[in-house]
T-cell receptor
Framework: GAVVSQHPSWVICKSGTSVKIECRSL??????MFWYRQFPKQSLMLMAT?????????EQGVEKDKFLINHASLTLSTLTVTSAHPEDSSFYIC??????????FGPGTRLLVL | GNSVTQMEGPVTLSEEAFLTINCTYT??????LFWYVQYPGEGLQLLLK?????DKGSNKGFEATYRKETTSFHLEKGSVQVSDSAVYFC????????????FGGGTRLMVKP
């Protein structure tokens, strides 16, 4: 079946550094990918929609200068958390799909900012 | 806008008990409905889906029927196992929202042996 990968799965960084998270669709092309954030014991919150070849669309309340999204190809989207702070610690999940009704989720990236 | 409401957890059951997790929604357009499962320490996995009214999605013994008249998509399983312990998310996407998913708050299920 279709697979979406994320890298890294775990990252620990110091406050003030930037962290890049990759999301790849392994056996299909995705013009659109989605980035979600999940706080402990809470639901997923959509952060932004990543569009291949154009700017990402951010949800209200999400700082686009802090969470940089680049969708450079039909199989890769990256999320960069710039100048990370402890409150950015979270579980970040991407999703992509080959069609309208089918979304596959990546395994997630757990970020811990010290 | 679209929204999904799930029963709050945690839901604690004994093994082989019957499970129901309620899910209701509001949506414009013609939504497709999903249940996702998140096992401890893992990402989300699609459990089942239904794309039109009266469709029944099923997988791994779980079932959910798309009820347009009651705007519901309740998840059921006749006999739960300890390995079913996870967080379950109801979600929808509609044809006026592209592929974007709207999630419910999630329901934690704990099954005791």
């Amino acid at each position: 079946g279709a697979v979406v990968s994320q890298h890294p799965s775990w990252v620990i960084c110091k406050s003030g550094t930037s962290v890049k998270i990759e999301c790849r669709s392994l056996d299909f092309q995705a013009t659109t990918m989605f980035w979600y954030r999940q706080f402990p014991k809470q639901s997923l919150m959509l952060m932004a929609t990543s569009n291949e070849g154009s700017k990402a669309t951010y949800e209200q309340g999400v700082e686009k200068d802090k969470f940089l999204i680049n969708h450079a190809s039909l199989t890769l989207s990256t999320l960069t958390v710039t100048s990370a702070h402890p409150e950015d610690s979270s579980f970040y999940i991407c999703s992509a799909g080959p069609g309208l009704d089918t979304q596959y989720f990546g395994p997630g990236t757990r970020l811990l900012v010290l | 806008g679209n929204s999904v409401t799930q029963m709050e957890g945690p839901v604690t059951l004994s093994e082989e008990a019957f499970l129901t997790i309620n899910c209701t929604y509001t949506a414009t357009g013609y939504p497709s409905l999903f249940w996702y499962v998140q096992y401890p320490g893992e990402g989300l996995q699609l459990l089942l889906k239904a794309t039109k009214a009266d469709d029944k999605g099923s997988n791994k013994g779980f079932e959910a029927t798309y009820r347009k008249e009651t705007t519901s998509f309740h998840l059921e399983k006749g006999s739960v196992q300890v390995s079913d312990s996870a967080v379950y998310f109801c979600a929808l996407t509609s044809n006026n929202a592209g592929n974007m998913l709207t999630f419910g708050g999630g329901t934690r299920l704990m099954v005791k042996p």
